[in-house]
């Protein structure tokens, strides 16, 4: 079993940055891929970024290329969501996965095994 613990939402204005961090625990990662995925009110959970544990290469959806960072932290079992040039679209829940399998369907909602509690982000204009 795998736990996730998400940390760091909360409110900011609009240009401002967020980072936030999910805990990992229960199992070892190396062949797992991390998401990070969100919410907004009336809409379909849709994906950020992920990142492959083993080799720690990055994805990102259009939205948050240049704009947000996913990283790890492999001592701590920890990874991150660094939000930068934050606007008022990115508000949403957002929520931590891990992906056991790793067939590369990272962008899909569905391939995810596990999943955070989630943590509200909101932009303010």
């Known amino acids: 079993q795998v736990q996730l613990v998400e940390s760091g939402g909360g409110l900011v204005q609009a240009g401002g940055s967020l980072r936030l961090s999910c805990a990992a625990s229960?199992?070892?990662?190396?062949?797992?891929?991390m998401g990070w995925l969100r919410q907004a009110p009336g809409k379909e959970r849709e994906f950020v970024a992920a990142?492959?544990?083993?080799?720690?290469?990055?994805f990102y959806d259009d939205s948050a290329k240049g704009r947000f960072t996913i990283s790890r932290d492999n001592t701590k079992n920890t990874f991150y969501l660094q939000m930068n040039s934050l606007k008022p679209e990115d508000t949403a829940v957002y929520y931590c996965?891990?992906?056991?399998?790793?067939?590369?369907?990272?962008?899909?909602?569905?391939?995810?095994?596990?999943w955070g509690q989630g943590t509200q982000v909101t932009v303010s204009s």
């Open positions: 996965a891990a992906d056991v399998d790793s067939y590369g369907f990272y962008w899909r909602p569905d391939e995810y095994d596990y």
């Open positions: 229960g199992r070892t990662f190396s062949g797992y891929t």
């Open positions: 990142i492959r544990w083993s080799d720690g290469a990055t």
